[in-house]
C-alpha cells in the first residue's frame, strides 16, 4: 500500500477515516501548551469550583500541554460523536442525561479511536499516539476550540452550528506533525441567556463558567456523601446527569438523532415510571445497566438521588 506522505493528505486521510467510523467532525491543532488555559483553569480551582471532585486538582501541568501526556507530541486530533436521541423518556418519571441512554460511551468511542490510530499507522507508518475519551487530565473542549470545532458556550460547553451540542468529545495525540486547523474564534451565543436562566442551581456563571460544585451532574454522579437539603426541591426529577442547560440551547434544535446501535437505550429504559426507578433493586441494576455509564454512579449512588427526589 502507497504511503500518504505530505502533511495535508496525511490530515485529509485522518479526517475522512474518523467520518468512516461514525465521528461528526475532526480538526487537528499542533500540540503544545495551552497558555491561554492556564489562568481560567487556575481561577477555577481557586474559586472551589470543582467541589470534591479532587482529581482535577491533579497534573495540572499536564492538563495545559499534551506533550506531558505522549512523548513527542505533535498533534492533537480532536472529533466529535453524536448522541443526541431519537426518543427521550416518558413524562413525569425520574430523568436520566441523554448521553446515559445507551452503552457506556467511553467504552465505545475509544474502541473506534484505536481503530482510527492503527488505521493510520497502517496507512501512514509508524506513529505513536494514544487515545483519551474523558478519562485523562484533558482540556477537550478547549482543544476541540482550538481544531475548529466550535465555540464555548454560556454552559461552557462546546457548540458547533450545525450540530448543537449533544455529543461526545474525544482526541488522539499522536507523534506525528500534521496540517493544522483554524481555531474556532467567533462566539454565536450572543446576548442570548437560557442556559443561565434555565439552571435551577444557579451553577452557570459569567464569562462561560460553570460552579462544577452546584451542577446537579455534580451532585448525583460525582458527590459521594449526602445530598445536600439546601438542593431540595431543584433537581427537576434529575435522578442522573442533567440535560437542562443543552435542552434550551437554541442551538440544539439543529440535533439529529444519532445513528449508533450501541447508544440505543437500554430494554425498557425510555419508558421506566417513577415506580420502576424505586424499585429498582441491585439484581436488575447490576444486569440493565452491565455497560451503562449509569454504573459511575453505582446503584447506591442512584438509590441515594431517587431517595433525594421522592421525598
Keep these: 500500500m502507497l504511503k500518504v506522505k505530505t502533511a495535508q493528505a496525511q490530515s485529509d486521510f485522518i479526517k475522512k477515516e474518523a467520518l468512516n467510523l461514525g465521528f461528526d467532525q475532526c480538526g487537528i491543532a499542533k500540540a503544545d501548551f495551552l497558555s491561554a488555559e492556564a489562568p481560567r483553569?487556575?481561577?477555577?480551582?481557586?474559586?472551589?469550583?470543582?467541589?470534591?471532585?479532587?482529581?482535577?486538582?491533579?497534573?495540572?501541568?499536564?492538563?495545559?500541554?499534551?506533550?506531558?501526556?505522549?512523548?513527542?507530541?505533535?498533534?492533537?486530533?480532536?472529533?466529535?460523536?453524536?448522541?443526541?436521541?431519537?426518543?427521550?423518556?416518558?413524562?413525569?418519571?425520574?430523568k436520566i442525561a441523554k448521553y446515559a441512554y445507551g452503552e457506556?460511551?467511553?467504552?465505545?468511542?475509544?474502541?473506534?479511536?484505536?481503530?482510527?490510530?492503527?488505521?493510520?499507522?497502517?496507512?501512514?507508518?509508524?506513529?505513536?499516539?494514544?487515545?483519551?475519551?474523558?478519562?485523562?487530565?484533558?482540556?477537550?473542549?478547549?482543544?476541540?476550540?482550538?481544531?475548529?470545532?466550535?465555540?464555548?458556550?454560556?454552559?461552557?460547553?462546546?457548540?458547533?452550528?450545525?450540530?448543537?451540542?449533544?455529543?461526545?468529545?474525544?482526541?488522539?495525540?499522536?507523534?506525528?506533525?500534521?496540517?493544522?486547523?483554524?481555531?474556532f474564534k467567533t462566539d454565536h451565543c450572543g446576548n442570548c441567556t437560557n442556559c443561565i436562566d434555565a439552571c435551577p442551581t444557579q451553577a452557570i456563571l459569567p464569562n462561560n463558567t460553570v460552579d462544577g460544585s452546584k451542577c446537579i451532574s455534580y451532585y448525583t454522579i460525582e458527590l459521594k456523601e449526602a445530598l445536600p437539603k439546601s438542593e431540595k426541591g431543584k433537581f427537576n426529577d434529575w435522578l442522573f446527569g442533567c440535560d437542562i442547560c443543552q435542552d434550551v440551547c437554541p442551538w440544539n434544535r439543529f440535533s439529529k438523532p444519532h445513528q449508533e446501535a450501541l447508544f440505543q437505550p437500554q430494554d425498557d429504559l425510555l419508558n421506566y415510571t417513577k415506580s420502576n426507578w424505586e424499585d429498582l433493586t441491585?439484581?436488575?441494576?447490576?444486569?440493565?445497566?452491565?455497560?451503562?455509564?449509569?454504573?459511575?454512579?453505582?446503584?447506591?449512588?442512584?438509590?441515594r438521588s431517587v431517595d433525594f427526589l421522592k421525598l
Excluded at 482535577?56 to 506531558?68: G, V
Excluded at 506513529?127 to 481544531?147: C, H, M, Q, T, Y
Excluded at 466550535?150 to 506533525?177: H, V, Y
Design 104 to 183: 457506556d460511551y467511553h467504552f465505545v468511542i475509544k474502541t473506534k479511536l484505536k481503530t482510527l490510530l492503527q488505521r493510520i499507522q497502517k496507512k501512514i507508518g509508524t506513529v505513536n499516539g494514544r487515545a483519551f475519551v474523558d478519562s485523562a487530565p484533558i482540556l477537550e473542549r478547549a482543544w476541540a476550540k482550538k481544531a475548529g470545532l466550535g465555540w464555548t458556550g454560556k454552559n461552557s460547553l462546546l457548540i458547533t452550528k450545525q450540530k448543537g451540542s449533544f455529543f461526545f468529545l474525544a482526541q488522539l495525540i499522536i507523534d506525528l506533525p500534521l496540517a493544522y486547523d483554524t481555531p
Design 282 to 303: 441491585q439484581e436488575v441494576f447490576q444486569t440493565v445497566f452491565k455497560k451503562s455509564a449509569l454504573k459511575r454512579a453505582g446503584f447506591l449512588g442512584l438509590k
Design 41 to 94: 483553569l487556575e481561577n477555577w480551582l481557586k474559586n472551589q469550583y470543582h467541589g470534591q471532585m479532587q482529581y482535577m486538582q491533579n497534573h495540572f501541568d499536564m492538563r495545559l500541554d499534551p506533550r506531558l501526556l505522549v512523548a513527542d507530541a505533535q498533534s492533537v486530533i480532536s472529533l466529535s460523536y453524536n448522541y443526541f436521541p431519537a426518543k427521550t423518556q416518558r413524562q413525569n418519571t425520574y
